[in-house]
């Protein structure tokens, strides 16, 4: 009678142990099969068997019945008292530390009710499925190592094993040898360098940074690139795992940086042109500048100034919408503020009067919204070129053009107090400045005159609004294009210029153009001082008498014009006319 076997299940080669009473069955000698495969008796007696199991070759049965045969005849049998354990598979044969491994066989439990250990070449593995026929471990850590055995150790007791010789071989592992930048946030780029990242298999498919997996953009045996996600601030591991299971460790190689936050800002809204400061904190995320910056998702014209705490921009053209502030660094970091900008409805001129002009031209610019989400205008530029403004509001603005060389098809640009700009493309003109070519006389006092001659003196428009002679106000008595005539208003002191202001508000000038001569106190001689028609009549006085001019024109008793008979510089001879 059998009443144990130990161990109830092995490998060839396995010693097992027959325990019973009356186990030679009258005889002196016995034949042990199990499941049908004869084993190697290595001791027997009536109570004890010992034997070596034999090889359970293809097409054996994995389990079946202990038959001990005396050489009497007699037969002991165990129904179903046995098992064979076996290792089939290894795969992969070779990898590191983390690769994943798969072995089949069968009763890999042996006599026992679990697996409790599997060794890949002397090294413990870490279970992660088991089963009689199918277990996935994972290769713990060992430098490389020629092939060597995979041994699986069964729960039961006695302990009980199989093997499969030189099933397993370790590689040399991989390496990271440098991470770049090693301190970051979300969104930062991070290249990480070293050898053998496949680890005997194909592609990196994990890296994580203190536990924390992130975005993989390349990755290759040598070199994987990563986008940094979000985690709190620490120290932590790098861990680059590939498809083998096998992994690449750097203790504490990554640092990971408190996020940059946007905590103001000066204009929340804005269009084309309005220039907005970002305060805040890390705005660069950990590099060393910011590269770009978006608001709703369009990218700002331009980055005027930045530092770790304050970041200024110039917003592009959008359509109206509100979305989130991004800032990226260098590194990829971003500093994000949700939905911290709205596009407002841009400003439009709608018309610009008149569309030409030169120096002086007051020119009126309607639209909507010329204020571009400010309070006031700050300047406009006429065909590239500042102008004054008189007056503005939100829906009209008065400016008066400044000097500037002749142009065709130029822009009109209304900058608000943010910065904001708007534009009409291509509808102002400046002409070809008026010029003054000659002023005649250039010199005289009140009531003198005067003929200015030259070019473009109206400047395209249809008459002249003013002209003053050294400051003073002078008598517009006839004006076109090329002459102008004015009669010189009250006296002045010296030189001055002559400048001629057109009804459109246009200004011609000709620097230092006429001078003011003084004008006489009195007559020194006035003889005689009564007489009837036909009476001669002697004035005389200084070299003022004459205001500047070459020769006396005309001579007044009353309102009556006399004939002049004789004239020098300082003296003028008349005829006393009728009626005076």
């Known amino acids: 009678v059998v009443a144990s076997l130990s161990p109830a299940a092995g490998q060839v080669g396995q010693r097992v142990t027959i325990s019973g009473q009356r186990l030679l069955g009258g005889g002196s000698s016995v034949?042990?099969?199990?499941?049908?495969?004869?084993?190697?008796?290595?001791?027997?007696?009536?109570?004890?068997?010992?034997?070596?199991?034999g090889l359970c070759g293809a097409g054996c049965e994995v389990s079946g019945d202990l038959v001990i045969t005396a050489n009497t005849g007699a037969i002991v049998r165990s129904v179903d008292a046995w098992k064979y354990s076996a290792i089939f598979s290894v795969s992969p044969g070779s990898g590191q530390l983390g690769t994943i491994v798969n072995i089949t066989g069968q009763s890999m439990r042996i006599d026992g009710t679990a697996v409790k250990a599997v060794k890949l070449a002397g090294v413990d593995a870490t279970i992660l499925q088991e089963g009689e026929s199918f277990l996935v471990v994972e290769a713990g850590e060992r430098a490389a190592i020629a092939a060597d055995d995979v041994v699986v150790i069964s729960n039961a007791v006695p302990e009980s094993r199989i093997t499969l010789v030189d099933a397993w071989e370790y590689l040399n592992p991989s390496v990271i040898s440098g991470v770049a930048p090693s301190s970051g946030q979300i969104g930062t780029k991070v290249t990480i360098d070293g050898e053998r990242f496949f680890g005997g298999g194909s592609r990196v498919v994990n890296v994580a940074f203190g536990g924390v997996d992130q975005i993989i953009q390349s990755e290759g045996e040598t070199r994987v690139v990563v986008e940094v996600t979000r985690a709190t601030a620490g120290?932590?591991?790098?861990?680059?795992?590939?498809?083998?299971?096998?992994?690449?460790?750097?203790?504490?190689?990554?640092?990971?940086?408190?996020?940059?936050?946007?905590?103001?800002?000066?204009?929340?809204?804005?269009?084309?042109?309005?220039?907005?400061?970002?305060?805040?904190?890390?705005?660069?995320?950990?590099?060393?500048?910011?590269?770009?910056?978006?608001?709703?998702?369009?990218p700002v014209q331009t980055i005027v100034t930045q530092t770790d705490n304050l970041v200024t921009v110039v917003a592009s053209a959008s359509t109206p919408q509100q979305g989130d502030i991004v800032l990226t660094a260098d590194s990829g970091a971003r500093v994000v503020k949700v939905n911290g900008f709205t596009f407002i409805e841009a400003g439009v001129?709608?018309?610009?009067?008149?569309?030409?002009?030169?120096?002086?031209?007051?020119?009126?610019?309607?639209?909507?919204?010329l204020f571009g989400g400010g309070t006031s205008v700050d300047s406009v530029l006429l065909a590239g070129t500042e102008s004054t403004v008189v007056s503005d509001d939100p829906t009209e603005v008065l400016v008066r053009a400044a000097d500037a060389v002749p142009s065709t098809n130029g822009d009109v640009v209304i900058v608000a107090d943010t910065g904001a700009t708007i534009t009409e493309v291509g509808v102002w003109e400046y002409l070809v400045a008026g010029v003054i070519d000659a002023v005649s006389p250039s010199s005289g006092q009140q009531g003198t005159v005067v003929e200015l001659s030259g070019t473009n003196l109206l400047?395209?428009?249809?008459?002249?609004?003013?002209?003053?002679?050294?400051?003073?106000?002078?008598?517009?008595?006839?004006?076109?294009?090329?002459?102008?005539?004015?009669?010189?208003?009250?006296?002045?002191?010296?030189?001055?210029?002559?400048?001629?202001?057109?009804?459109?508000?246009?200004?011609?000038?000709?620097a230092d153009g006429f001078k003011y001569e003084p004008k006489p106190?009195?007559?020194?001689?006035?003889?005689?001082?009564?007489?009837?028609?036909?009476?001669?009549?002697?004035?005389?006085g200084d070299t003022t008498l004459l205001g500047g001019g070459q020769f006396f024109e005309t001579v007044l008793i009353g309102d009556v014009e006399a004939p002049i008979l004789f004239q020098n510089s300082t003296c003028v001879v008349i005829e006393v006319p009728i009626s005076a």
């Open 31 to 53: 034949v042990v099969t199990l499941a049908a495969v004869p084993a190697s008796v290595v001791s027997a007696d009536e109570d004890e068997i010992i034997v070596l199991v």
């Open 235 to 298: 120290v932590g591991d790098v861990i680059v795992t590939s498809d083998s299971g096998a992994r690449a460790v750097l203790s504490d190689g990554w640092t990971q940086l408190e996020e940059g936050v946007i905590t103001a800002i000066d204009l929340p809204s804005g269009q084309i042109g309005t220039e907005i400061d970002l305060s805040g904190e890390r705005l660069r995320g950990g590099g060393d500048a910011v590269v770009q910056v978006t608001l709703a998702g369009v």
């Open 349 to 369: 001129i709608a018309s610009v009067s008149p569309t030409s002009g030169q120096r002086g031209t007051f020119v009126t610019i309607s639209g909507t919204n």
């Open 459 to 510: 400047i395209a428009g249809d008459s002249i609004e003013t002209v003053t002679l050294a400051g003073a106000a002078a008598d517009v008595r006839s004006a076109n294009a090329t002459v102008i005539k004015v009669i010189a208003g009250p006296n002045v002191d010296g030189v001055g210029d002559v400048v001629v202001t057109a009804r459109t508000g246009a200004i011609t000038t000709l």
């Open 521 to 540: 106190e009195t007559l020194q001689l006035v003889q005689p001082i009564e007489g009837r028609t036909g009476t001669r009549v002697n004035i005389c």
